[in-house]
């Protein structure tokens, strides 16, 4: 069962920037895909971005879309996020996920513990 593992959060001012990794490990969705999520106090856990292990096509939402960039490596065992130009409304918990593909979209399944970002002034 796949398991993953987020680090890299820790707290930067605004307009800074900050890689997080996930580690990935026996994932059965080998083809399916992973993404990134943010949870903030009182929210849901909102999808920021995904991609799809089968063709590498990347979807992000609107609020992240040219500052947030999702990439995995070449073994598809490190997932990652560089997120750019920080705003202070980008501080949550954030936790990368992994699930199927389904047909227009991806199912996603299981989540790591997180990793927290802090956005500040």
């Known amino acids: 069962q796949v398991r993953l593992a987020e680090s890299g959060g820790g707290s930067v001012q605004a307009g800074g920037s900050l890689r997080l990794s996930c580690a990935v490990s026996?994932?059965?969705?080998?083809?399916?895909?992973l993404g990134w999520f943010r949870q903030t106090p009182g929210t849901g856990r909102d999808q920021i971005a995904r991609?799809?292990?089968?063709?590498?096509?990347?979807g992000y939402a609107d609020d992240v879309q040219g500052r947030f960039t999702i990439a995995h490596d070449n073994d598809k065992v490190t997932l990652y996020l560089q997120m750019n130009s920080l705003k202070i409304e980008d501080s949550g918990k954030y936790y990368c996920?992994?699930?199927?593909?389904?047909?227009?979209?991806?199912?996603?399944?299981?989540w790591g513990q997180g990793t927290q970002v802090t956005v500040s002034s």
């Open positions: 026996g994932n059965q969705w080998s083809d399916g895909c």
């Open positions: 996920g992994a699930g199927p593909r389904m047909p227009g979209f991806c199912s996603f399944r299981r």
């Open positions: 991609i799809n292990l089968s063709n590498g096509d990347t």
